[in-house]
């Protein structure tokens, strides 16, 4: 028995000694290193956005590279753990990323942008919608490619008030996360803007409750039916809240974050109405834009299925901008390419335009399509911009 | 009368051995010096301090815990609220008390009070709970993990709610953690060979018997529950250091058990299972992950398709308990080649081995 | 009137879910003091069943698909069959472990059949539309009932019942019953032990399956991780219960069901997020007030 302890042990560490990987560093490439999950729960949500990514890459690439060199792409595998997080951020570290590009949710992808800001790399989220995504979290080298989740509540607000001529609102937030809880925020700071919009009631959720019952019969007992649901949840319990409130009867107009964007879960709630999306570019072949759909063409041929959602294109406009701040300051090293990024005001991309600065990494104001889903059909109907950034204080004290 | 050699003198090779162990991996990584392999390490002794921790209640007393990854809980955040900047808390964290808020403090010091809260939240808990035993008792335990893991959710202006805290110093190198590691074996070692710890195991085995000798199960249940509570909240507390960020769901069920796993399938009531339990674990889960990637073995690249490690891992720890379903230590204790396996401290089999007896 | 009639049922609604989670784990637990932690696992694998295996953020509906009658009885089947499939490959061999190697045991089969789910069609929760009439709502003096809540507090009775009658009436149940008494004693009396608990698995594997139908209908969502709440909550309702004890189990499942919906309708909008903190400190109270649970059967007492 002992003995068996014995060997096992020292198999056990000879193990641990033997692999080291190997650290290099190679000035005739530039490597971006994807500390991203490729297995639990957040891969089905990394990879696209990782897909797209590469897109971009193999483009610039095929054009002659950035400042003269190919781009190589590293991996480590964060396994939706944050510990692992660390490390693969370290790994890819080692690998001699020049930029990091971490996982989409902010939880998971923070210790890995926390090892890139250690090393002083440049870090980017693939599609974190907090505003802790970039310099009030993680530090000044760190930027996330997507909108801020305020941004979507406010824009669902502040469109379903000019647009649909909504007055009365409700508010379901499900507890379960902070984007949940940003697109409620987002909501609570345009909602009083909007002259004689109201507030009639307010309830919360938990993403994995079997049954909202409860929340219904509130929804129920309100003296008339409010003119617009405010929902802020995501994928499951999104699609178990929809469905139970409109199985009740409740026919309000529902506004929700991205968080349920795409038509992959469509068919749980057949014949869905007056519901409504805001999406950065449209996944459903009818974006305004004829280069999104090249785009969505393209990323078909490459992995073989449609964008399932607009968390896709993140990924794209995140290899877009951060090239050409590269290119613009000559150099990879993290400093300059920051300062360039930070003087980025507008700037175009395929899925609506980018702004850093010295305050924020992120967006609090962006162009978002509103899509429209009738009779169980999505369909792009309109496009807003809110008219006022949200304040980045009122971000960072949430 | 023959006068027997106290405990110490008979069963002190056992922590030695450990921290030796404990001290090889540690070498492993200055050998190594890679920084993904380095965090491995870390990762592998705070999972030493959160398991042994375990093992001081659960070992010691037979009753299986739930709950105590809700002290790691705290611990992480007593040391966040504490070693951050103040400016980042005046933002986040309005809520905390002003001497908090204003706090700026070394590691170290973070450390000690989170494993103080822990121990003094323990203390508060377990006044409650210690007159409860078995199944009973583990789901009591669960559900003040569930009580904690749900406010600290939610309590925005303390906790920041389900958002990250960041903003927590980042220590990479390995001896702090190292240092609390070798610190938690030996406590828990001179606790398991102390009179409240001896008559806690007592209790375990013949709880009749023991209380009609006058044990007072609930205290000394009591005292294992506090000092068990210290270590899970340094295990907090390490970890919080360690990757930089905590959230209340980072220490739910998944923690738990895997913690919990780590302890059964060394040796529930041993010290030396819940070292080894830890250490070999994460080894297998190491070699799993580098296959995962690929290892070269003679020129053909060896890979198993990702998400297998987490399979295998599973079969693995099912296979180890149906050979040894009292771990892989069978509960006993290490000791030195040559010395007889000490009887007491810990190296008596448990109620648990007497019912595997043969039926 | 109406609000409270509403109220109400809401409340047996959310309880009956946990109580026919709670049957399943208070059954295996009385025959062979196996907390099984792979129950949340078994639901979720039975609703998995009913989609073809695929990575696509969009479901493919293969069994799904199946007419009710057939349907029902596969999925049924299903869960059944995994059930006694891990009593035979896993739990048989941790026959006179103690609980805590058992438990660890069942975790860890919980996890790779969780893994293996996620291997064949990813982490994504996919969308699936199973019998949506069933949940249109139909008004009983005025409060809104849809049916499926009428059909699953209807099942959770009828399934209590059955399951009573047939271990106080027939052979079969009284082999269950000694053998939780007392495994080594009834073996020696001439109990067939092993096809006892295998029979003890299947029902509580068609149980996991009734939940996941139940579960999917309602939300319209299969994910991973669907069954671990409920299964949770079902093993709290299982020990509040009185362990072994099944009516016991079902009052509790109830109970938690119940307390929960209340909290939810009449706690202020500021303390419904902190709303399971308050439902588990109301479990602990209850622990402290009856350790042995609201149905304690003599066994427990002795064995664990």
């Not at chain 1, 590279?65 to 951020?89: F, H, N, P, S, Y």
């Not at chain 1, 409010?226 to 026919?251: E, F, H, W, Y």
């Not at chain 2, 068990?228 to 959230?247: C, D, K, N, Q, W």
């Amino acid at each position: 028995m002992k003995s068996y302890l014995k060997i096992g042990m020292g198999a056990a560490l000879s193990a641990l000694i033997l692999s080291a990987p190997g650290a290099f560093a190679d000035d005739e490439k530039i490597v971006v290193g994807f500390a991203t999950a490729a297995s639990g729960f957040m891969q089905a949500y990394d990879k696209p956005a990782e897909d797209a990514a590469r897109i971009r890459i193999d483009e610039i690439n095929k054009a002659g590279g950035l400042l003269g060199k190919q781009i190589e792409m590293v991996a480590a595998d964060t396994k939706t753990d944050r510990a692992e997080g660390a490390k693969a951020g370290l790994e890819v570290i080692d690998k001699g990323a020049d930029l990091v590009v971490v996982s989409c949710d902010y939880d998971f992808g923070a210790p890995a942008a926390l090892a890139a800001e250690g090393a002083g790399k440049v870090s980017f989220f693939l599609c974190a919608e907090s505003v802790k995504a970039g310099i009030q979290g993680v530090g000044p080298h760190s930027f996330s490619a997507s909108v801020l989740a305020a941004v979507q509540g406010a824009t669902m607000a502040e469109w379903a008030y000019t647009k649909k001529n909504a007055r009365n609102f409700y508010r379901l937030l499900d507890t379960w996360t902070e984007y949940n809880k940003g697109i409620c925020d987002g909501f609570d700071y345009q909602l009083p803007k909007l002259a004689d919009a109201k507030l009639v009631g307010e309830d919360t959720f938990k993403n994995d409750d079997p049954s909202i019952a409860a929340q219904i019969t509130r929804i129920k007992s309100l003296p008339q039916e409010p003119d617009a649901i405010m929902l802020c949840t995501m994928m499951p319990g999104a699609v178990s809240a929809i469905k139970q409130l409109r199985a009740a009867g409740i026919n309000s107009m529902i506004l929700n974050g991205s968080g349920v964007s795409g038509s992959y879960w469509l068919s749980a709630v057949p014949d869905l109405s007056n519901f409504f999306v805001p999406d950065q570019g449209s996944v459903h072949g009818d974006d305004p834009n004829p280069k999104v759909n090249e785009f969505n063409a393209k990323y078909k041929e490459v992995t073989g299925g449609d964008p399932s959602s607009q968390y896709v294109y993140p990924g794209y406009v995140m290899i877009d901008v951060w090239a050409k701040a590269v290119e613009r300051a000559g150099t990879t090293e993290a400093s300059a390419v920051v300062a360039e990024l930070e003087k980025m005001k507008d700037e175009p991309t395929l899925f609506g335009p980018r702004t850093f600065t010295s305050e924020l990494h992120h967006q609090n104001k962006g162009r978002y399509l509103i899509t429209e889903i009738s009779g169980g059909k999505p369909k792009v109907v309109d496009e807003w911009t809110i008219s006022e950034p949200i304040p980045v204080d009122y971000l960072a004290s949430k | 009368m023959h006068q027997r050699p106290s405990i110490l003198a008979r069963t002190w090779t056992t922590p030695v051995i450990l921290i030796a162990i404990l001290l090889a991996v540690a070498l492993a990584a200055v050998a190594v010096s890679t920084g993904p392999f380095n965090q491995t390490v870390i990762e592998i002794f705070i999972r030493v301090v959160l398991v042994v921790g375990l093992y001081v209640f659960i070992g010691n007393s037979g009753v299986i815990s739930f709950g105590h990854i809700g002290f790691t809980c705290l611990g992480a955040y007593m040391t966040a609220w504490l070693t951050m900047l103040p400016a980042i808390k005046k933002s986040k964290l309005k809520g905390l008390p002003d001497i908090i808020l204003n706090a700026k403090l070394q590691y170290g010091w973070g450390l000690l009070a989170a494993a103080v809260f822990a121990a003094v939240c323990a203390y508060v808990i377990g006044k409650v709970l210690m007159r409860l035993s078995g199944i009973a008792a583990s789901i009591a335990s669960f559900a003040v993990l569930a009580v904690i893991i749900q406010v600290y959710s939610n309590w925005d202006s303390v906790t920041g709610a389900q958002s990250s805290v960041v903003g927590i110093p980042i220590i990479r190198t390995i001896w702090p953690y190292f240092a609390c590691a070798v610190i938690v074996v030996v406590v828990a070692y001179f606790y398991s060979i102390s009179r409240s710890g001896l008559a806690l195991r007592a209790a375990r085995d013949e709880a009749t018997a023991a209380a009609a000798s006058g044990v007072d199960i609930p205290r000394e249940r009591l005292i294992a529950f506090v000092i068990s509570g210290a270590m899970m909240g340094l295990g907090g507390a390490l970890f919080a250091h360690s990757v930089g960020v905590v959230t209340p769901d980072t220490f739910y069920l998944g923690l738990t058990f895997i913690t919990l796993s780590m302890l059964v399938v060394g040796g529930m009531n041993s010290l030396s299972g819940a070292v080894l339990g830890v250490v070999v674990l994460s080894t297998i889960i190491q070699v799993l992950r580098w296959f995962e990637k690929g290892i070269d073995v003679g020129g053909t690249v060896l890979t198993i398709p990702n998400g297998v490690q987490e399979i295998a891992i599973g079969i693995v720890m099912i296979v180890i308990l149906m050979f040894r379903p009292t771990g892989m230590t069978r509960n006993r204790e290490l000791v030195w080649p040559g010395k007889k396996l000490s009887a007491e401290a810990g190296a008596m089999p448990s109620s648990a081995d007497g019912k595997t007896a043969k039926t | 009137m109406t609000a409270i009639l509403q109220i109400l049922f809401d409340a047996l609604s959310l309880g009956s879910l946990y109580a026919l989670g709670a049957l399943g784990i208070a059954l295996i637990f009385g025959v062979m003091r196996l907390v099984n932690f792979a129950h949340g696992d078994y639901i979720a694998f039975c609703v998995f069943a009913l989609l073809w295996p695929s990575i696509d953020a969009a479901a493919i509906v293969f069994a799904g698909n199946l007419p009710t009658f057939l349907l029902i009885p596969l999925i049924l089947g299903i869960g059944a069959g995994l059930s006694v499939l891990s009593e035979i490959l896993i739990f048989r061999r941790f026959r006179n472990a103690n609980p805590a190697t058992m438990m660890i045991a069942s975790f860890a089969l919980g996890f790779i059949i969780k893994y293996f789910l996620l291997m064949l069609y990813s982490s994504r929760p996919k969308s699936i539309d199973l019998w949506s009439n069933l949940s249109q709502q139909i008004e009983i003096f005025g409060a809104r009932i849809p049916p499926l809540q009428v059909i699953t507090i209807c099942t959770t009775i009828v399934i209590l019942i059955a399951l009573t009658a047939f271990l106080k009436r027939t052979r079969f149940g009284l082999e269950m019953r000694a053998a939780a008494e007392n495994f080594t004693m009834a073996r020696m009396l001439g109990v067939r032990a092993n096809r006892v608990i295998m029979l003890a698995f299947a029902i509580s594997g068609m149980l996991a399956a009734a939940v996941g139908l139940i579960l999917v209908t309602q939300t319209g969502t299969v994910d991973i991780n669907m069954g671990a709440n409920l299964m949770l909550v079902a093993f709290v309702a299982t020990v509040i219960g009185g362990l072994g004890s099944l009516p016991g189990a079902v009052v509790a499942g109830f109970l938690i069901g119940g307390l929960s919906s209340l909290m939810q309708a009449y706690l202020p909008a500021d303390a419904r997020p902190f709303r399971d903190a308050f439902v588990y400190g109301a479990v602990i109270v209850m622990l402290i007030w009856r350790p042995n649970g609201l149905f304690s059967s003599k066994a427990v007492k002795q064995r664990v």
